[in-house]
């Protein structure tokens, strides 16, 4: 049965937090940040035990507004801090929320090797394809050709796959949805928490205002609107060639796997560290 | 083992300081390989995991000051060591750790510089960037050791101060003191002063994570501890929330301010040698002052009443006892391995009532008594 709204935002917003939020009406945040606590509330974790962690830009104000313990960090370094909790106290569901340019250019070093390291962490990316809070500037998903402040001319760059990107460098559970598929967030987000070892969920978000007024692509209706005709599931993508896959986006679960976790490899590393000392 | 004898250890600088960590409780390192400053991620490698702490070896220094801050917000006495261009990419999350009073430790262990400079040679040149590094106005805690048991007793102190006053401290070391091994007597456990943060005493509720005691530093929950609360590196309100209105902004910056101005007893530290007589005295810190205390003794023997203040704490820049000096002293020497980043200290607390010269190397070398001596004597 899907839990009311209303009992969602007594029991996850915070009481002494002066609202409104940051967000610009219609932004995709609000989706995730939805889908994020339908989750947890599905997974019936203790609020004490769960530290959410975020970077800079509009996604790094979500922790704010939640009655989690609460890390907003410096611009891409979410990661570092969010490893640095997990290793301080393994028993904390840690949890990081990040945005494009903040987790794959400036944060793009410790996003490729938290995924390597594999610690139990989720890490949840909200992708809409620019830079909003500081005013429209391209980030290393802004599609070719796209115009943005500082690429008014037209993008001349190419865009990450933030998602594949997990795949390659080691994370255990890899998955993508978009903003208008709020539904596959919630279970993806399920999924990627309980899933022990660095779990990363891909969300493709609308910034109407500061990407898609530039590129025409109309108001945030609009742009949910795409994100669904462009979808395709894993399994109906697999089938497909890269021609025509090409302008879409693969939703679903991408990666699934069981690596050691660097976690629980370093319980071993003490008992063998005590061993050795005993036996000197 | 009769109960007099101490265990004699023979230690070098980067070994001692991580004796002094594990014995003030620190039980996570997050760092980055870089010379002269690795052997203290080696060892603390080693000897963590013994008990029960953490060794991470992060991808640079930015994810290691980030780990340590994440580490300490999670209840957990947490350090990083590195040298200068590591110590150039902490900056960033060195003002987070200011900003959300997060204690830890960073230890630089200088060499020449800027940038990869001379990465094997003495140099004394991060000392305006410990305390100027990071962007914005904040107060900041430096300590410099010259000893091999400083290297012990001021990474403990470091620690102390650290959880005292919920601030990172910088414990600026130097390629000599690193890798110089000396024996040293390490002090037994019980012997040893180890300060632990102030833990709230209401219950959840009631808590304002940034809300300062009488001292104007707020008692600190560790996350999971049920006191739920907001850490930003925005400026913030009691409650730890961004605030932009220029009261809670303004009372903010004082409180930080004044937490440490009110411990200036406590924090700054410095050693005397023969100074209740002296007419010129040295100035000088890290392994120069070794250097300086061999030369005022030579120039005592040559008749000139000569003293040496060594600083211990470079900053607060400790000036309730420097100026009196240069008030009783008609010259002051400051011998560094810069181009003279403390005699801009001393400068600017003489108000020109005492001639303050300078003795500068910058050549990778380390300072000689000889060079101070001749200097001491034309004074």
Not at chain 1, 231 to 242: E, G, L
């Amino acid at each position: 049965m899907p839990i009311p709204a209303q009992a969602l935002r007594h029991e996850y917003l915070r009481h002494n937090k002066k609202f409104p939020h940051v967000w610009c009406p219609g932004c995709g945040n609000g989706i995730v940040m939805g889908a994020l606590l339908r989750a947890i509330s599905k997974l019936n974790i203790e609020k004490d035990d769960i530290v959410l962690a975020s970077g800079i830009g509009c996604s790094g104000r979500m922790p704010t507004y939640l009655d989690f313990n609460t890390l907003h960090t410096t611009h891409g370094r979410a990661l570092t801090f969010a490893t640095g909790v997990k290793l301080a106290n393994p028993a904390m569901n840690v949890i990081a929320i990040m945005g494009d340019g903040d987790s794959t250019a400036i944060g793009g070093n410790h996003f490729i090797h938290a995924a390597r390291r594999n610690l139990n962490l989720t890490a949840i990316i909200i992708n809409n394809s620019i830079y909003g809070m500081t005013g429209g500037q391209y980030s290393p998903t802004t599609p070719f050709g796209s115009k943005s402040t500082t690429s008014v001319y037209g993008h001349i760059e190419h865009a990450f796959s933030i998602a594949e990107l997990a795949v390659t460098a080691g994370a255990s559970f890899v998955a993508r949805s978009t903003v208008y598929h709020a539904d596959l967030i919630d279970r993806l987000i399920e999924q990627a928490v309980k899933k022990r070892g660095f779990a990363v969920v891909e969300v493709i978000s609308n910034c109407h205002i500061q990407y898609g007024r530039r590129n025409k692509l109309g108001g945030a209706v609009d742009m949910l609107k795409s994100f669904k005709e462009q979808a395709i599931t894993v399994s109906r993508a697999a089938k497909m060639s890269p021609e025509e896959l090409e302008g879409k986006t693969t939703i679903g679960v991408l990666a699934d796997r069981e690596i050691p976790i660097s976690t629980e490899e370093y319980i071993k590393v003490r008992e063998q560290a005590r061993a050795q000392k005993e036996k000197v | 083992m009769s109960d007099q004898v101490k265990q004699r250890f023979l230690l070098q600088g980067n070994e001692a300081i991580v004796q002094g960590a594990l014995a003030a409780g620190c039980r996570f390192f997050a760092g980055y390989p870089i010379t002269p400053a690795s052997e203290i991620a080696e060892q603390l490698s080693i000897q963590l995991p013994v008990v029960d702490g953490t060794f991470i070896q992060m991808e640079d220094e930015i994810a290691s000051m980030g780990a340590i801050i994440g580490a300490s917000l999670a209840g957990v006495k947490a350090m990083t060591a590195t040298s200068g261009p590591g110590f150039a990419l902490m900056q960033e999350n060195l003002g987070f750790a200011c900003v959300a009073e997060v204690p830890c430790v960073i230890v630089n262990v200088m060499r020449g510089g800027p940038s990869t400079g001379l990465p094997t040679c003495p140099a004394q040149g991060d000392v305006q960037m410990a305390r100027w590094g990071t962007h914005g106005d904040h107060p900041i805690v430096v300590l410099s050791v010259s000893t091999v048991m400083d290297s012990f007793t001021l990474t403990v102190k470091a620690f102390n101060i650290a959880e005292k006053y919920r601030v990172p401290v910088i414990l600026l070391s130097d390629e000599v003191v690193a890798h110089t091994r000396e024996c040293v007597e390490l002090p037994d456990t019980e012997e040893i002063k180890v300060v632990d943060r102030m833990k709230p005493s209401v219950p959840p509720d009631w808590y304002k994570p940034y809300e300062g005691d009488a001292r104007g530093v707020p008692p600190m929950a560790a996350f999971g501890e049920g006191y739920r609360h907001h850490v930003t590196g925005l400026i913030h309100d009691d409650m730890g929330y961004p605030t932009q209105k220029p009261a809670e902004v303004k009372s903010f910056h004082e409180r930080m301010a004044r937490k440490i101005t009110r411990g200036f007893p406590d924090i700054q530290m410095t050693k005397g040698y023969y100074l209740d007589d002296a007419e010129v005295f040295v100035i000088a810190y890290g392994a120069v002052a070794r250097s300086a205390l061999r030369s005022v003794q030579d120039a005592r023997e040559n008749g000139v009443k000569a003293g040496l203040l060594q600083l211990i704490t470079l900053f607060p820049f400790p000036r309730r006892t420097v100026t009196p000096l240069l008030q009783q002293c008609r010259a002051v020497l400051v011998p560094e391995m810069n181009m003279g980043q403390i005699s801009r200290e001393v400068q600017r607390v003489n108000n020109g009532e005492c001639v303050v010269k300078k003795h500068n190397r910058i050549d990778g070398k380390f300072i000689t008594p000889r060079e101070i001596f001749d200097h001491l004597m034309k004074l």
